[in-house]
């Protein structure tokens, strides 16, 4: 009977409008989610039926075919946190580990990372970010695994070449001769440099500088005994020296030196060059970007070198592409690991696994993994998160239309009721 199937039709139109504002009222409650994707709830009708000896058909209801995932951009909220990271453009981050008991991937578009105490890059449930690894030079490997990033260390440098820009005083008497218990005084000028050996030890080291005759100069750099093999402490020792010649315009012409540092319990001995210029007896040499003899005071204008000591991981920052890059206390900055982005063919039929968490489904299809802006995926936003793209105001709408829509089906339930009612009174 026809009003047994608007009873009918009227029930799955109930069922639908609830489910409606189940979707809804999961959309509103995760507003403020990071990194929610809104679903919409997609009807179709379901089943019609055919009366005998007649062409036409009358359906029986809706149902729910799918809630289908809404992957909008969200809005990118600025935190200040380097570890906090947002994607702009489509893909996911990748998490692995145990949650909910399932060891397993998870894809995520919420990236409220830190580091854990054993160095790892994790999400706030503690699993582990996924991403391409660097050996200490750098390097990025090509496989895939957890970002540890924690523990890097900068590994010392030997210094190898001391670059020292400077002006001679071209009218500067002779001193006595060269006394090295006594350099301050047996010397027209001197500057200072710290020197790092093998072991990253610093040597506090000064170059003097004495005239020796028009034109003719001697250099001597020394440095404390204590922290040379053989050394005596609070002595001065040379650890290199040579000669310097200038021209009739002040150009230096030429450049002579040896070096003599055996720096204690690291690499003995350690080359070390002086960089005084480019000398004009050189190919190309203007005798003019180091040390110069002119009439004007003995200065320096430069003094630079190419070692430093060890250091310990003070800071991190993370470019556009994913490169995670260290910041050393020993001023140093070096990649450490690169995040990685996975990507789908059809990212909304990802399965929803809580927490900000989705698995890959057999309709999803593969993931795509790669380094960040590379093939089409999303770039990395440091210091930001992406919001919830769910629309407040919109949601209220389809709020409002899903009750209407739920009121009107009740209506249908109550008038077939009333006919039925109406049909059962005429036997009486």
């Known amino acids: ?196 050996d093998s072991l990253g030890s610093a040597h506090a080291t000064q170059v003097f500088f004495r005239k020796t005759g028009t034109g003719t100069w001697e250099w001597h750099a020394m440095t404390d005994g204590g922290g040379l093999t053989g050394g005596t402490a609070g002595q001065l020792t040379e650890i290199a020296g040579g000669t310097l010649s200038f021209d009739t315009q002040g150009r230096l012409a030429t450049v002579t030196q040896a070096s003599n540092f055996n720096p204690l319990g690291a690499t003995n001995p350690q080359p070390l060059t002086f960089n005084f210029g480019d000398p004009t007896g050189t190919t190309g040499g203007t005798g003019l970007a180091g040390v110069t003899q002119f009439a004007a005071a003995s200065a320096t204008t430069f003094i630079g070198q190419d070692g430093f000591g060890s250091g310990q991981l003070s800071d991190i920052q993370i470019d556009p592409l994913g490169k995670i890059s260290g910041v050393f206390t020993n001023g140093q900055t070096r990649v450490l690991g690169q995040v990685a982005v996975a990507g789908f063919s059809a990212p909304d039929q990802l399965t929803r696994a809580g927490g900000n968490l989705m698995q890959q489904s057999q309709a999803s299809g593969q993931p795509v993994i790669g380094a960040p802006g590379a093939g089409g995926l999303a770039t990395v936003i440091s210091g930001s998160l992406e919001q919830s793209n769910v629309d407040i105001a919109n949601e209220f709408v389809t709020m409002i239309a899903a009750q209407r829509a739920f009121e009107a089906n009740s209506k249908t339930i109550t008038t077939a009721d009333q006919l039925l009612s109406e049909l059962i009174q005429m036997k009486r």
């Open 1 to 196: 009977m026809a009003l047994l199937t608007a009873l009918s039709s009227g029930t799955t139109g109930l069922e639908s409008a609830s489910a409606q504002l189940s979707v809804v009222g999961d959309n509103i409650a995760n507003a403020n989610t990071v990194g929610f994707k809104a679903g919409r709830a997609d009807f179709e009708d379901a089943l019609s039926q055919s009366f005998i000896g007649s062409n036409g058909q009358i359906g029986l209801g809706s149902q729910i075919e799918s809630v289908q995932k809404i992957l909008t951009q969200g809005a990118l909220n600025a935190t200040g946190v380097a570890t906090d990271l947002a994607l702009q453009g489509n893909g996911f981050f990748i998490v692995s580990g145990d949650y909910n008991g399932q060891n397993a991937s998870y894809y995520t578009r919420a990236g409220q990372f830190t580091v854990d105490q054993n160095g790892y890059m994790v999400n706030q449930q503690g699993l582990r970010v996924e991403g391409f690894s660097a050996d200490p030079s750098g390097a990025l490997s090509g496989s895939l695994g957890d970002l540890l990033v924690g523990t890097a260390s900068a590994q010392p440098h030997s210094t190898g070449t001391v670059t020292i820009k400077a002006n001679l005083q071209a009218d500067a008497t002779v001193p006595a001769a060269w006394d090295p218990l006594n350099p301050s005084t047996t010397s027209n000028f001197s500057t200072s440099v710290t020197v790092y």
